[in-house]
Protein backbone atom coordinates (compact mmCIF):
# COMPACT_ATOMS: atom_id res chain seq x y z
CA UNK A 1 0.00 0.00 0.00
CA UNK A 2 0.96 3.56 -0.74
CA UNK A 3 1.25 6.29 1.91
CA UNK A 4 1.23 9.90 0.88
CA UNK A 5 2.55 11.99 3.19
CA UNK A 6 2.11 15.85 4.10
CA UNK A 7 4.86 17.12 1.75
CA UNK A 8 3.76 14.72 -0.97
CA UNK A 9 6.28 12.06 -0.69
CA UNK A 10 5.43 8.47 -0.49
CA UNK A 11 5.58 5.61 1.86
CA UNK A 12 5.22 2.13 0.50
CA UNK A 13 4.31 -1.30 2.48
CA UNK A 14 3.89 -5.38 2.04
CA UNK A 15 1.44 -4.89 4.97
CA UNK A 16 -1.03 -3.12 7.20
CA UNK A 17 0.69 -0.52 9.66
CA UNK A 18 -0.71 1.63 12.37
CA UNK A 19 -0.21 5.45 12.53
CA UNK A 20 2.13 5.20 15.43
CA UNK A 21 4.57 2.32 13.95
CA UNK A 22 4.48 5.13 10.50
CA UNK A 23 5.88 7.17 12.33
CA UNK A 24 8.15 5.75 14.00
CA UNK A 25 9.55 4.44 9.88
CA UNK A 26 9.56 7.77 9.02
CA UNK A 27 11.92 8.90 12.66
CA UNK A 28 12.11 7.85 15.71
CA UNK A 29 12.07 11.46 17.06
CA UNK A 30 8.35 12.26 15.07
CA UNK A 31 6.77 9.33 16.93
CA UNK A 32 8.48 10.50 20.36
CA UNK A 33 5.95 13.70 19.61
CA UNK A 34 3.54 12.36 17.69
CA UNK A 35 -0.02 12.87 19.26
CA UNK A 36 -2.29 11.65 16.65
CA UNK A 37 -3.05 11.18 13.12
CA UNK A 38 -4.91 12.88 10.24
CA UNK A 39 -6.04 9.86 8.07
CA UNK A 40 -7.39 11.10 4.17
CA UNK A 41 -8.43 14.31 6.04
CA UNK A 42 -10.23 12.60 9.19
CA UNK A 43 -8.21 12.75 12.63
CA UNK A 44 -7.66 9.12 13.73
CA UNK A 45 -6.07 7.51 17.27
CA UNK A 46 -2.49 6.68 16.57
CA UNK A 47 -3.13 3.22 16.96
CA UNK A 48 -5.45 3.36 13.64
CA UNK A 49 -4.16 0.14 11.50
CA UNK A 50 -4.06 1.45 7.85
CA UNK A 51 -4.75 -1.58 5.16
CA UNK A 52 -5.26 0.96 1.83
CA UNK A 53 -3.30 3.71 -0.12
CA UNK A 54 -3.99 6.88 1.78
CA UNK A 55 -2.58 10.74 2.65
CA UNK A 56 -1.30 10.30 6.17
CA UNK A 57 -0.28 13.62 8.39
CA UNK A 58 1.50 12.71 11.93
CA UNK A 59 -0.25 15.27 14.46
CA UNK A 60 1.88 16.69 16.61
CA UNK A 61 1.38 18.94 19.61
CA UNK A 62 1.82 21.77 17.17
CA UNK A 63 -1.39 21.55 15.56
CA UNK A 64 -4.71 22.34 16.79
CA UNK A 65 -5.82 18.46 16.59
CA UNK A 66 -2.34 17.24 18.44
CA UNK A 67 -3.00 19.59 21.49
CA UNK A 68 -6.40 18.19 21.66
CA UNK A 69 -5.03 15.01 21.97
CA UNK A 70 -2.49 15.62 23.95
CA UNK A 71 -4.87 17.48 26.55
CA UNK A 72 -7.55 14.74 26.53
CA UNK A 73 -4.78 12.17 27.21
CA UNK A 74 -4.22 15.35 30.46
CA UNK A 75 -8.34 14.90 31.10
CA UNK A 76 -7.96 11.37 31.51
CA UNK A 77 -4.67 11.42 33.98
CA UNK A 78 -6.87 13.89 36.24
CA UNK A 79 -10.03 11.88 36.28
CA UNK A 80 -7.02 8.73 37.52
CA UNK A 81 -5.55 10.46 40.04
CA UNK A 82 -9.16 11.49 41.53
CA UNK A 83 -10.32 8.04 41.30
CA UNK A 84 -7.55 6.91 43.41
CA UNK A 85 -7.47 9.28 45.89
CA UNK A 86 -11.51 9.69 46.14
CA UNK A 87 -12.87 6.76 45.04
CA UNK A 88 -16.70 7.08 45.65
CA UNK A 89 -15.92 10.03 42.52
CA UNK A 90 -18.62 9.55 39.81
CA UNK A 91 -17.11 10.59 36.53
CA UNK A 92 -18.96 12.21 33.99
CA UNK A 93 -17.45 13.75 30.67
CA UNK A 94 -13.40 15.05 30.13
CA UNK A 95 -12.84 16.64 27.20
CA UNK A 96 -10.26 18.74 25.71
CA UNK A 97 -11.34 22.51 24.85
CA UNK A 98 -9.36 25.45 24.00
CA UNK A 99 -5.67 26.23 25.95
CA UNK A 100 -6.31 22.91 28.12
CA UNK A 101 -9.07 20.51 29.66
CA UNK A 102 -11.97 20.13 31.88
CA UNK A 103 -13.80 16.95 33.67
CA UNK A 104 -17.07 16.77 34.84
CA UNK A 105 -17.64 14.93 37.99
CA UNK A 106 -19.86 13.98 41.12
CA UNK A 107 -18.48 13.98 45.03
CA UNK A 108 -20.60 13.77 47.66
CA UNK A 109 -18.25 16.88 49.01
CA UNK A 110 -17.47 19.39 46.94
CA UNK A 111 -13.55 20.08 45.70
CA UNK A 112 -11.54 22.55 47.24
CA UNK A 113 -8.60 24.62 46.14
CA UNK A 114 -6.70 22.08 48.36
CA UNK A 115 -7.99 19.56 46.91
CA UNK A 116 -6.56 19.87 43.15
CA UNK A 117 -3.12 20.57 44.93
CA UNK A 118 -3.08 16.71 46.24
CA UNK A 119 -4.67 15.69 42.67
CA UNK A 120 -2.09 17.66 41.07
CA UNK A 121 0.48 15.46 42.89
CA UNK A 122 -0.99 12.51 41.76
CA UNK A 123 -1.09 13.06 38.72
CA UNK A 124 2.67 13.62 38.61
CA UNK A 125 3.28 9.80 40.10
CA UNK A 126 0.84 8.91 37.09
CA UNK A 127 3.00 10.49 34.55
CA UNK A 128 6.28 9.08 36.03
CA UNK A 129 4.92 5.94 35.84
CA UNK A 130 4.65 6.03 31.87
CA UNK A 131 1.22 4.07 32.06
CA UNK A 132 0.67 2.23 28.38
CA UNK A 133 -2.33 3.43 27.23
CA UNK A 134 -4.60 1.17 25.37
CA UNK A 135 -8.17 0.69 23.50
CA UNK A 136 -10.77 -2.03 23.36
CA UNK A 137 -13.79 -1.87 22.38
CA UNK A 138 -16.87 -3.88 23.69
CA UNK A 139 -20.96 -4.24 22.17
CA UNK A 140 -23.35 -1.95 23.45
CA UNK A 141 -24.75 -4.27 26.12
CA UNK A 142 -21.26 -5.43 27.23
CA UNK A 143 -20.55 -2.01 27.81
CA UNK A 144 -23.28 -1.11 29.95
CA UNK A 145 -23.05 -3.82 32.14
CA UNK A 146 -18.79 -2.82 32.74
CA UNK A 147 -20.14 0.48 33.52
CA UNK A 148 -22.57 -0.59 36.32
CA UNK A 149 -20.33 -3.30 37.68
CA UNK A 150 -17.52 -0.24 38.26
CA UNK A 151 -20.50 2.06 39.40
CA UNK A 152 -20.42 4.92 37.00
CA UNK A 153 -24.41 5.92 35.96
CA UNK A 154 -22.93 8.53 33.91
CA UNK A 155 -21.33 7.07 31.64
CA UNK A 156 -24.15 4.11 31.54
CA UNK A 157 -26.14 7.10 30.52
CA UNK A 158 -23.96 7.91 27.77
CA UNK A 159 -23.82 4.53 26.55
CA UNK A 160 -27.60 4.20 26.47
CA UNK A 161 -28.02 7.27 24.44
CA UNK A 162 -26.14 5.35 21.76
CA UNK A 163 -27.75 2.77 19.00
CA UNK A 164 -28.35 -0.48 19.92
CA UNK A 165 -25.63 -1.91 17.41
CA UNK A 166 -23.41 0.38 17.99
CA UNK A 167 -19.20 -0.86 19.48
CA UNK A 168 -18.33 0.95 22.31
CA UNK A 169 -14.83 2.07 22.62
CA UNK A 170 -12.91 2.32 26.32
CA UNK A 171 -9.07 3.86 26.72
CA UNK A 172 -7.32 1.98 30.05
CA UNK A 173 -4.05 3.32 31.49
CA UNK A 174 -2.71 1.02 34.35
CA UNK A 175 -6.18 0.50 36.64
CA UNK A 176 -7.81 2.87 34.86
CA UNK A 177 -10.67 2.84 32.28
CA UNK A 178 -12.84 5.42 30.54
CA UNK A 179 -15.62 5.50 28.05
CA UNK A 180 -13.74 7.31 25.18
CA UNK A 181 -13.66 7.75 21.72
CA UNK A 182 -10.27 9.31 21.65
CA UNK A 183 -7.78 9.86 19.95
CA UNK A 184 -5.09 9.61 22.88
CA UNK A 185 -1.45 9.68 23.56
CA UNK A 186 0.36 6.64 23.24
CA UNK A 187 1.90 6.41 27.68
CA UNK A 188 1.30 9.20 30.11
CA UNK A 189 4.73 9.91 30.09
CA UNK A 190 4.57 12.86 27.67
CA UNK A 191 2.01 15.28 29.75
CA UNK A 192 4.92 16.70 32.20
CA UNK A 193 3.71 20.28 31.86
CA UNK A 194 0.38 20.84 33.54
CA UNK A 195 -1.62 22.53 35.97
CA UNK A 196 -5.11 22.59 37.26
CA UNK A 197 -6.56 25.91 37.68
CA UNK A 198 -9.96 26.60 38.72
CA UNK A 199 -13.56 24.69 39.47
CA UNK A 200 -16.64 25.45 38.39
CA UNK A 201 -19.86 24.10 39.17
CA UNK A 202 -21.75 22.45 35.74
CA UNK A 203 -24.91 20.71 35.36
CA UNK A 204 -25.16 17.48 33.92
CA UNK A 205 -25.07 17.87 29.85
CA UNK A 206 -26.00 21.82 30.35
CA UNK A 207 -29.07 21.06 31.87
CA UNK A 208 -30.18 22.99 34.80
CA UNK A 209 -32.83 20.82 35.78
CA UNK A 210 -30.09 17.89 36.12
CA UNK A 211 -28.00 16.74 39.26
CA UNK A 212 -24.99 19.60 39.65
CA UNK A 213 -21.40 18.67 39.05
CA UNK A 214 -18.18 19.89 39.85
CA UNK A 215 -16.20 20.92 36.74
CA UNK A 216 -12.21 20.96 37.31
CA UNK A 217 -10.08 22.84 34.34
CA UNK A 218 -6.77 22.56 33.77
CA UNK A 219 -4.09 22.78 31.30
CA UNK A 220 -1.14 21.22 29.59
CA UNK A 221 2.14 21.90 27.45
CA UNK A 222 4.85 19.98 26.64
CA UNK A 223 7.06 22.16 27.58
CA UNK A 224 7.86 23.72 31.51
CA UNK A 225 8.91 26.93 29.56
CA UNK A 226 5.41 27.30 27.27
CA UNK A 227 3.40 26.22 30.77
CA UNK A 228 4.78 28.99 32.40
CA UNK A 229 4.30 31.83 29.84
CA UNK A 230 0.58 30.40 29.57
CA UNK A 231 0.07 31.17 33.52
CA UNK A 232 1.62 34.46 33.44
CA UNK A 233 -0.51 35.44 30.65
CA UNK A 234 -3.27 34.21 32.82
CA UNK A 235 -2.48 35.99 35.93
CA UNK A 236 -2.22 39.09 33.41
CA UNK A 237 -5.60 38.33 32.23
CA UNK A 238 -6.80 38.55 35.45
CA UNK A 239 -5.11 42.40 36.24
CA UNK A 240 -6.81 43.42 32.94
CA UNK A 241 -10.26 41.24 33.89
CA UNK A 242 -12.64 43.78 32.51
CA UNK A 243 -15.37 43.09 35.08
CA UNK A 244 -12.88 43.89 37.91
CA UNK A 245 -11.56 47.20 35.68
CA UNK A 246 -15.42 48.31 34.89
CA UNK A 247 -15.73 48.62 38.70
CA UNK A 248 -12.28 50.40 39.05
CA UNK A 249 -12.99 52.63 36.70
CA UNK A 250 -16.34 53.96 36.98
CA UNK A 251 -17.35 52.56 33.50
CA UNK A 252 -20.34 49.90 33.59
CA UNK A 253 -21.90 47.99 36.71
CA UNK A 254 -24.13 44.61 36.85
CA UNK A 255 -26.88 44.52 39.72
CA UNK A 256 -28.57 41.48 41.15
CA UNK A 257 -32.18 43.46 39.84
CA UNK A 258 -31.28 43.25 36.38
CA UNK A 259 -28.96 39.69 35.71
CA UNK A 260 -27.53 39.94 32.29
CA UNK A 261 -28.28 43.73 31.67
CA UNK A 262 -25.22 46.14 32.04
CA UNK A 263 -25.86 49.57 33.85
CA UNK A 264 -23.30 51.86 31.85
CA UNK A 265 -22.22 54.84 33.68
CA UNK A 266 -21.41 58.40 33.18
CA UNK A 267 -17.69 57.96 31.94
CA UNK A 268 -18.71 54.05 30.32
CA UNK A 269 -21.02 56.48 27.85
CA UNK A 270 -18.77 58.30 27.05
CA UNK A 271 -16.74 55.84 26.02
CA UNK A 272 -19.38 54.41 24.32
CA UNK A 273 -20.56 57.30 22.38
CA UNK A 274 -17.63 57.53 21.20
CA UNK A 275 -17.23 54.87 19.76
CA UNK A 276 -20.48 54.76 18.43
CA UNK A 277 -19.58 58.42 16.87
CA UNK A 278 -16.46 56.89 15.26
CA UNK A 279 -18.82 54.50 14.05
CA UNK A 280 -21.03 56.88 12.49
CA UNK A 281 -18.90 58.53 11.00
CA UNK A 282 -16.67 55.63 9.25
CA UNK A 283 -20.51 54.40 7.86
CA UNK A 284 -21.22 57.72 6.56
CA UNK A 285 -18.31 57.77 5.04
CA UNK A 286 -19.16 54.48 3.60
CA UNK A 287 -21.82 55.20 1.40
CA UNK A 288 -24.36 53.75 4.38
CA UNK A 289 -27.40 55.43 5.44
CA UNK A 290 -28.82 54.95 9.44
CA UNK A 291 -31.94 53.33 10.22
CA UNK A 292 -33.83 52.35 13.52
CA UNK A 293 -36.32 49.77 14.11
CA UNK A 294 -38.39 49.25 16.66
CA UNK A 295 -37.22 47.39 19.97
CA UNK A 296 -40.40 44.81 19.77
CA UNK A 297 -42.34 43.37 16.54
CA UNK A 298 -45.56 41.17 16.28
CA UNK A 299 -44.88 37.14 16.37
CA UNK A 300 -45.86 36.86 12.28
CA UNK A 301 -42.84 39.41 11.46
CA UNK A 302 -40.99 36.32 13.34
CA UNK A 303 -42.58 33.75 12.23
CA UNK A 304 -42.03 34.67 8.36
CA UNK A 305 -38.61 35.19 9.21
CA UNK A 306 -38.01 31.68 10.93
CA UNK A 307 -37.12 33.25 14.01
CA UNK A 308 -40.48 31.99 15.70
CA UNK A 309 -39.63 28.51 15.04
CA UNK A 310 -36.03 27.60 15.66
CA UNK A 311 -35.40 30.85 17.78
CA UNK A 312 -38.09 30.99 20.33
CA UNK A 313 -36.43 29.76 23.81
CA UNK A 314 -34.16 32.26 23.54
CA UNK A 315 -36.54 35.18 23.17
CA UNK A 316 -38.27 37.46 25.56
CA UNK A 317 -42.18 37.52 24.45
CA UNK A 318 -45.20 39.39 25.84
CA UNK A 319 -48.92 39.98 24.82
CA UNK A 320 -50.58 43.46 23.46
CA UNK A 321 -53.96 43.63 22.15
CA UNK A 322 -54.36 39.26 22.75
CA UNK A 323 -51.82 39.50 19.96
CA UNK A 324 -48.10 37.74 20.94
CA UNK A 325 -45.01 40.01 20.43
CA UNK A 326 -41.34 39.40 20.84
CA UNK A 327 -38.68 41.67 21.92
CA UNK A 328 -36.32 41.45 18.47
CA UNK A 329 -32.78 39.19 19.23
CA UNK A 330 -31.85 40.48 16.07
CA UNK A 331 -32.28 43.57 13.59
CA UNK A 332 -32.48 41.94 10.59
CA UNK A 333 -36.46 41.15 10.41
CA UNK A 334 -36.75 45.10 10.88
CA UNK A 335 -34.22 45.94 7.81
CA UNK A 336 -36.29 44.45 5.39
CA UNK A 337 -39.71 46.01 6.32
CA UNK A 338 -37.65 49.13 5.74
CA UNK A 339 -36.41 47.83 2.42
CA UNK A 340 -40.08 46.32 1.53
CA UNK A 341 -41.29 50.49 2.69
CA UNK A 342 -41.07 51.45 -0.78
CA UNK A 343 -40.81 49.94 -4.62
CA UNK A 344 -36.91 49.79 -5.68
CA UNK A 345 -34.93 50.20 -8.82
CA UNK A 346 -31.55 48.63 -9.69
CA UNK A 347 -30.40 52.05 -9.60
CA UNK A 348 -31.33 52.53 -5.55
CA UNK A 349 -28.53 49.29 -5.36
CA UNK A 350 -26.42 48.58 -3.32
CA UNK A 351 -28.57 49.34 -0.87
CA UNK A 352 -26.27 49.72 2.66
CA UNK A 353 -28.13 50.24 6.23
CA UNK A 354 -27.11 50.23 8.62
CA UNK A 355 -28.56 50.02 12.28
CA UNK A 356 -27.32 50.24 16.27
CA UNK A 357 -30.14 48.10 17.17
CA UNK A 358 -30.33 47.06 20.93
CA UNK A 359 -31.12 43.29 21.01
CA UNK A 360 -32.11 40.65 23.73
CA UNK A 361 -31.30 37.66 23.98
CA UNK A 362 -31.98 35.11 27.20
CA UNK A 363 -29.00 33.45 28.23
CA UNK A 364 -28.57 30.58 30.89
CA UNK A 365 -27.43 32.80 34.22
CA UNK A 366 -24.60 30.23 34.26
CA UNK A 367 -23.30 31.72 30.53
CA UNK A 368 -23.53 34.96 31.81
CA UNK A 369 -20.07 36.73 31.87
CA UNK A 370 -19.53 40.54 32.45
CA UNK A 371 -20.01 42.17 28.92
CA UNK A 372 -18.67 39.43 27.20
CA UNK A 373 -22.09 37.58 27.48
CA UNK A 374 -25.29 39.18 28.43
CA UNK A 375 -29.04 39.62 27.87
CA UNK A 376 -29.34 42.89 25.98
CA UNK A 377 -26.78 44.28 23.77
CA UNK A 378 -26.59 46.51 20.88
CA UNK A 379 -25.71 45.03 17.59
CA UNK A 380 -23.51 47.36 14.90
CA UNK A 381 -25.76 46.22 12.40
CA UNK A 382 -25.64 46.46 8.65
CA UNK A 383 -27.79 45.16 5.95
CA UNK A 384 -26.49 45.28 2.28
CA UNK A 385 -29.44 44.81 -0.35
CA UNK A 386 -27.60 44.48 -3.99
CA UNK A 387 -27.90 42.86 -7.47
CA UNK A 388 -25.91 39.30 -8.05
CA UNK A 389 -23.50 41.20 -9.53
CA UNK A 390 -22.45 43.51 -7.28
CA UNK A 391 -21.95 40.61 -4.86
CA UNK A 392 -18.00 40.54 -4.92
CA UNK A 393 -17.48 44.32 -4.84
CA UNK A 394 -19.65 44.92 -1.75
CA UNK A 395 -18.08 42.01 0.71
CA UNK A 396 -14.81 43.51 -0.22
CA UNK A 397 -16.23 46.87 0.50
CA UNK A 398 -17.12 45.39 3.92
CA UNK A 399 -14.11 43.32 4.65
CA UNK A 400 -11.82 46.67 3.97
CA UNK A 401 -14.02 48.51 6.61
CA UNK A 402 -13.93 45.75 9.02
CA UNK A 403 -9.67 46.02 8.58
CA UNK A 404 -9.79 49.44 8.83
CA UNK A 405 -11.56 49.29 12.70
CA UNK A 406 -9.17 46.69 13.90
CA UNK A 407 -6.26 48.43 12.12
CA UNK A 408 -7.35 50.92 14.32
CA UNK A 409 -7.36 49.36 17.64
CA UNK A 410 -4.21 47.35 16.86
CA UNK A 411 -5.44 44.22 16.73
CA UNK A 412 -3.99 41.30 14.72
CA UNK A 413 -7.06 38.77 13.16
CA UNK A 414 -7.57 35.93 10.59
CA UNK A 415 -10.24 35.00 8.81
CA UNK A 416 -12.46 32.09 8.26
CA UNK A 417 -14.95 30.88 5.37
CA UNK A 418 -17.70 29.02 6.59
CA UNK A 419 -19.59 26.81 3.86
CA UNK A 420 -22.65 25.08 3.20
CA UNK A 421 -23.70 22.93 6.03
CA UNK A 422 -26.40 19.93 6.11
CA UNK A 423 -29.35 22.00 7.16
CA UNK A 424 -29.45 24.60 4.60
CA UNK A 425 -32.09 26.18 2.59
CA UNK A 426 -31.94 27.60 -1.00
CA UNK A 427 -30.47 26.10 -4.73
CA UNK A 428 -27.35 24.77 -5.47
CA UNK A 429 -26.95 27.30 -7.78
CA UNK A 430 -27.12 30.55 -5.20
CA UNK A 431 -24.93 28.56 -2.96
CA UNK A 432 -22.43 28.04 -5.41
CA UNK A 433 -22.45 31.59 -6.21
CA UNK A 434 -22.36 33.13 -2.85
CA UNK A 435 -19.83 31.00 -1.56
CA UNK A 436 -17.74 31.62 -5.08
CA UNK A 437 -18.12 35.19 -4.75
CA UNK A 438 -16.97 35.16 -0.71
CA UNK A 439 -13.93 33.56 -1.81
CA UNK A 440 -13.18 35.72 -4.62
CA UNK A 441 -13.35 38.84 -2.39
CA UNK A 442 -11.00 37.63 0.20
CA UNK A 443 -8.94 36.42 -2.97
CA UNK A 444 -8.70 40.01 -4.08
CA UNK A 445 -8.23 41.45 -1.14
CA UNK A 446 -4.70 39.04 -0.55
CA UNK A 447 -6.33 37.98 3.01
CA UNK A 448 -5.52 34.62 3.94
CA UNK A 449 -7.98 32.54 4.78
CA UNK A 450 -9.23 29.23 6.35
CA UNK A 451 -12.47 27.34 4.94
CA UNK A 452 -14.47 25.45 7.15
CA UNK A 453 -16.57 23.04 5.80
CA UNK A 454 -20.24 23.00 6.82
CA UNK A 455 -19.91 25.59 9.40
CA UNK A 456 -21.95 28.74 7.39
CA UNK A 457 -25.80 29.68 8.60
CA UNK A 458 -28.70 27.95 7.37
CA UNK A 459 -29.92 30.67 5.18
CA UNK A 460 -25.82 30.85 3.56
CA UNK A 461 -22.48 30.99 3.79
CA UNK A 462 -20.25 33.71 5.46
CA UNK A 463 -16.96 34.95 6.49
CA UNK A 464 -15.82 35.61 10.07
CA UNK A 465 -13.17 37.48 11.56
CA UNK A 466 -11.50 36.52 14.65
CA UNK A 467 -9.25 39.23 16.43
CA UNK A 468 -6.40 38.58 18.57
CA UNK A 469 -5.88 40.57 21.86
CA UNK A 470 -2.64 42.03 23.47
CA UNK A 471 -2.54 38.73 25.32
CA UNK A 472 -2.65 36.55 22.40
CA UNK A 473 -6.54 35.47 23.02
CA UNK A 474 -8.76 35.29 20.01
CA UNK A 475 -12.00 36.90 19.65
CA UNK A 476 -14.76 36.15 16.52
CA UNK A 477 -16.60 39.25 16.19
CA UNK A 478 -16.94 40.89 13.07
CA UNK A 479 -18.94 38.44 9.94
CA UNK A 480 -20.32 38.83 6.53
CA UNK A 481 -22.99 36.47 5.79
CA UNK A 482 -25.09 35.88 2.34
CA UNK A 483 -28.34 35.67 2.65
CA UNK A 484 -30.97 34.43 -0.12
CA UNK A 485 -33.55 33.71 2.56
CA UNK A 486 -35.26 36.40 3.90
CA UNK A 487 -35.26 38.34 0.67
CA UNK A 488 -37.41 35.01 -0.66
CA UNK A 489 -39.51 34.78 2.48
CA UNK A 490 -40.45 38.68 2.46
CA UNK A 491 -41.21 38.20 -1.52
CA UNK A 492 -38.66 41.68 -1.79
CA UNK A 493 -38.03 43.05 -5.48
CA UNK A 494 -36.61 45.02 -7.18
CA UNK A 495 -37.21 46.18 -10.43
CA UNK A 496 -34.05 45.42 -13.01
CA UNK A 497 -32.93 47.58 -15.83
CA UNK A 498 -35.30 45.03 -18.20
CA UNK A 499 -38.06 46.45 -16.31
CA UNK A 500 -39.14 42.98 -14.94
CA UNK A 501 -39.22 42.20 -11.23
CA UNK A 502 -36.02 40.88 -9.87
CA UNK A 503 -35.03 39.44 -5.93
CA UNK A 504 -32.44 41.39 -4.40
CA UNK A 505 -29.79 39.48 -2.50
CA UNK A 506 -28.67 40.41 1.07
CA UNK A 507 -25.60 40.56 3.56
CA UNK A 508 -25.80 40.96 7.16
CA UNK A 509 -22.53 42.24 8.83
CA UNK A 510 -21.33 43.47 11.86
CA UNK A 511 -17.98 45.07 12.94
CA UNK A 512 -17.71 45.36 16.29
CA UNK A 513 -20.56 42.72 16.46
CA UNK A 514 -21.78 43.62 20.17
CA UNK A 515 -20.84 47.19 20.42
CA UNK A 516 -20.78 46.13 24.96
CA UNK A 517 -18.82 42.98 24.05
CA UNK A 518 -16.49 44.85 22.15
CA UNK A 519 -16.25 47.12 25.07
CA UNK A 520 -15.27 44.27 27.29
CA UNK A 521 -12.54 43.26 24.79
CA UNK A 522 -10.87 46.54 24.62
CA UNK A 523 -10.88 47.61 28.11
CA UNK A 524 -8.77 43.90 28.71
CA UNK A 525 -7.05 44.63 25.29
CA UNK A 526 -5.61 48.25 26.58
CA UNK A 527 -5.79 47.47 30.60
CA UNK A 528 -8.02 50.11 30.81
CA UNK A 529 -5.71 52.32 29.55
CA UNK A 530 -7.40 53.74 26.34
CA UNK A 531 -6.05 55.73 23.48
CA UNK A 532 -6.64 59.54 24.24
CA UNK A 533 -9.16 59.77 21.50
CA UNK A 534 -11.34 57.22 23.04
CA UNK A 535 -10.27 57.96 26.59
CA UNK A 536 -13.36 59.20 29.12
CA UNK A 537 -11.45 61.59 30.91
CA UNK A 538 -8.32 62.93 28.41
CA UNK A 539 -6.97 65.52 30.79
CA UNK A 540 -6.95 66.08 34.62
CA UNK A 541 -5.77 69.63 35.66
CA UNK A 542 -3.85 69.31 38.65
CA UNK A 543 -3.05 72.77 40.45
CA UNK A 544 -0.53 72.72 42.86
CA UNK A 545 -2.34 73.88 45.71
CA UNK A 546 -5.24 76.12 46.18
CA UNK A 547 -4.04 79.33 44.84
CA UNK A 548 -3.67 78.11 42.24
CA UNK A 549 -7.36 76.54 41.58
CA UNK A 550 -8.26 79.97 39.30
CA UNK A 551 -5.47 79.60 36.85
CA UNK A 552 -6.60 75.47 37.14
CA UNK A 553 -9.87 76.96 36.33
CA UNK A 554 -8.81 79.30 33.16
CA UNK A 555 -7.08 75.73 31.78
CA UNK A 556 -9.95 73.67 32.60
CA UNK A 557 -11.96 76.08 30.40
CA UNK A 558 -9.64 76.32 27.63
CA UNK A 559 -9.58 72.72 27.25
CA UNK A 560 -13.29 72.24 27.30
CA UNK A 561 -13.72 74.79 24.65
CA UNK A 562 -11.35 72.88 22.68
CA UNK A 563 -13.41 70.08 22.70
CA UNK A 564 -10.92 68.20 24.95
CA UNK A 565 -12.60 65.90 27.78
CA UNK A 566 -10.94 67.52 30.71
CA UNK A 567 -11.18 67.37 34.84
CA UNK A 568 -9.87 69.18 37.64
CA UNK A 569 -8.72 68.15 40.90
CA UNK A 570 -9.24 70.62 43.48
CA UNK A 571 -8.90 68.65 46.53
CA UNK A 572 -6.66 69.03 49.85
CA UNK A 573 -4.53 66.35 49.39
CA UNK A 574 -0.24 66.32 48.24
CA UNK A 575 0.23 67.07 44.78
CA UNK A 576 1.95 63.59 44.25
CA UNK A 577 -1.35 61.97 45.46
CA UNK A 578 -3.05 63.94 42.87
CA UNK A 579 -1.23 62.33 40.40
CA UNK A 580 -0.91 58.90 41.15
CA UNK A 581 -4.90 58.93 41.77
CA UNK A 582 -4.51 60.23 37.81
CA UNK A 583 -2.36 57.20 37.06
CA UNK A 584 -4.78 54.54 38.30
CA UNK A 585 -7.65 56.09 36.45
CA UNK A 586 -5.63 55.46 33.44
CA UNK A 587 -6.30 59.37 32.41
CA UNK A 588 -3.28 60.47 29.63
CA UNK A 589 -2.62 63.12 30.38
CA UNK A 590 -1.94 65.16 33.40
CA UNK A 591 -1.53 68.79 33.65
CA UNK A 592 0.38 70.44 37.02
CA UNK A 593 -0.03 74.28 37.34
CA UNK A 594 1.51 76.50 39.86
CA UNK A 595 2.69 80.04 39.72
CA UNK A 596 5.56 79.45 37.20
CA UNK A 597 3.37 78.10 34.86
CA UNK A 598 0.38 80.98 35.37
CA UNK A 599 3.10 83.60 34.43
CA UNK A 600 3.58 81.89 31.27
CA UNK A 601 0.17 80.55 30.38
CA UNK A 602 1.79 77.10 30.19
CA UNK A 603 1.26 73.77 31.67
CA UNK A 604 3.89 71.46 33.22
CA UNK A 605 2.90 68.26 31.27
CA UNK A 606 2.84 64.78 32.71
CA UNK A 607 1.68 61.71 30.59
CA UNK A 608 1.08 58.09 30.60
CA UNK A 609 2.94 57.34 27.69
CA UNK A 610 6.47 58.98 28.23
CA UNK A 611 6.05 60.72 32.27
CA UNK A 612 7.89 64.22 32.92
CA UNK A 613 7.58 65.57 28.94
CA UNK A 614 8.16 69.50 30.64
CA UNK A 615 6.55 72.44 30.47
CA UNK A 616 4.50 73.37 27.25
CA UNK A 617 2.32 76.93 26.67
CA UNK A 618 -1.29 75.92 27.05
CA UNK A 619 -1.48 76.76 23.42
CA UNK A 620 0.73 74.36 21.94
CA UNK A 621 -0.40 71.62 24.25
CA UNK A 622 -4.01 71.85 23.33
CA UNK A 623 -2.41 71.51 19.24
CA UNK A 624 -0.62 68.35 20.38
CA UNK A 625 -3.49 66.92 21.83
CA UNK A 626 -6.30 67.90 19.22
CA UNK A 627 -3.68 66.42 16.42
CA UNK A 628 -3.69 63.08 18.12
CA UNK A 629 -7.13 63.01 19.20
CA UNK A 630 -8.12 63.74 15.64
CA UNK A 631 -6.21 61.48 14.29
CA UNK A 632 -6.78 59.02 17.05
CA UNK A 633 -3.10 58.03 17.29
CA UNK A 634 -2.32 55.27 19.74
CA UNK A 635 0.77 56.20 21.57
CA UNK A 636 3.07 53.52 22.77
CA UNK A 637 3.68 53.57 26.45
CA UNK A 638 7.58 54.27 26.74
CA UNK A 639 7.44 54.46 30.89
CA UNK A 640 5.10 53.79 32.95
CA UNK A 641 5.62 55.87 36.07
CA UNK A 642 5.28 54.19 39.57
Known sequence: ??????????????????????????????????????????????????????????????????????????????????????????????????????????????FTQDDLEKIEKEMKKIVKENLEITCFTKPREEAIAFMKERNEPYKVELIEDLPEDSVISFYQQGEFVDLCAGPHLMTTKPVKAFKLTSIAGAYWRGDEHNQMLTRIYGTAFTKKSELTDYLTMIEEAKKRDHRKLGKELGLFMMR??????????????????????????????????????????????????????????????????????????????????????EPRSYRDLPLRMGELGLVHRHEKSGQLHGLMRVRCFTQDDAHIFMTPDQIKDEIKGVAELIDQVYSLFGFKYHVELSTRPEDSMGSDEDWELATDSLRAALED?????????????????????????????????????????????????????????????????VAFGSIERFIGILIEHFAGAF??????????VIPISDKHLEYGQKVLDALKDAGIRAEIDTRAEKMGYKIREAQLQKIPYMLVVGGKEEEMNAVSVRSRFEGD????????????????????????????EK
Open 613 to 640: EGQKSLDAFITDIKKEIDTKENRPIEKE
Open 1 to 110: MKITLKDGSVKEYGQAMSVIDIAKDISEGLARVACAGELNGEVVDLRTVIEDDCSLNILTFDSDEGKKAFRHTASHILAQAVKRIYPETKLAIGPSIDNGFYYDMEKDTP
Open 531 to 540: PTWLAPVQVE
Open 445 to 509: LGLDYVVNEGDGAFYGPKIDFHLEDSLGRTWQCGTIQLDFQLPLRFDLHYVGADGEKHRPIMIHR
Open 256 to 341: EEGPGFPFFLPKGMVLKNTLLDYWRDIHTKAGYVEISTPIMLSRHLWETSGHWDHYKENMYTTVIDDEDFAIKPMNCPGGVLVYQS
